[in-house]
């Protein structure tokens, strides 16, 4: 069974740096396209970042444009979010995902998930 962990997160002061790993235990990234989302508390999921995994191309949303990096090591099965000049509201619970079919955008596109890790920056 293919599963999906993220580790990294933790506790930030506001403007500095963190940087989440996602790691595959099968073939999730033969899949064409990763992707982060984060959810705050009471708030619904909401996309981050993508990356299509043969190419390398990236998408961000523009909350966190310019300022968080995806990227991946294809030989440790490893995807990355390097998050830089944090802001309070980037708190949240972290997740990477794989994508089934559709928009990169949805998160109901996506079939794999890991269990999540938490983001806290303070200010």
């Known amino acids: 069974q293919v599963q999906l962990g993220e580790s990294g997160g933790g506790l930030v002061q506001a403007g500095g740096s963190l940087r989440l790993s996602c790691e595959s235990s099968?073939?999730?990234?033969?899949?064409?396209?990763m992707g982060w989302f984060r959810q705050a508390p009471g708030k619904d999921r909401e996309f981050v970042a993508a990356?299509?995994?043969?190419?390398?191309?990236?998408s961000y949303a523009d909350s966190v444009k310019g300022r968080f990096t995806v990227s991946r090591a294809d030989a440790e099965n490893t995807m990355y979010l390097q998050m830089s000049m944090l802001k309070p509201e980037d708190t949240a619970v972290y997740y990477c995902?794989?994508?089934?079919?559709?928009?990169?955008?949805?998160?109901?596109?996506?079939?794999?998930w890991g269990q999540g890790t938490q983001v806290t920056v303070s200010s």
């Open positions: 990356i299509y995994w043969r190419g390398g191309q990236t």
């Open positions: 099968g073939r999730a990234f033969s899949r064409q396209f």
């Open positions: 995902a794989a994508l089934s079919s559709g928009s990169i955008y949805r998160p109901q596109n996506y079939d794999l």
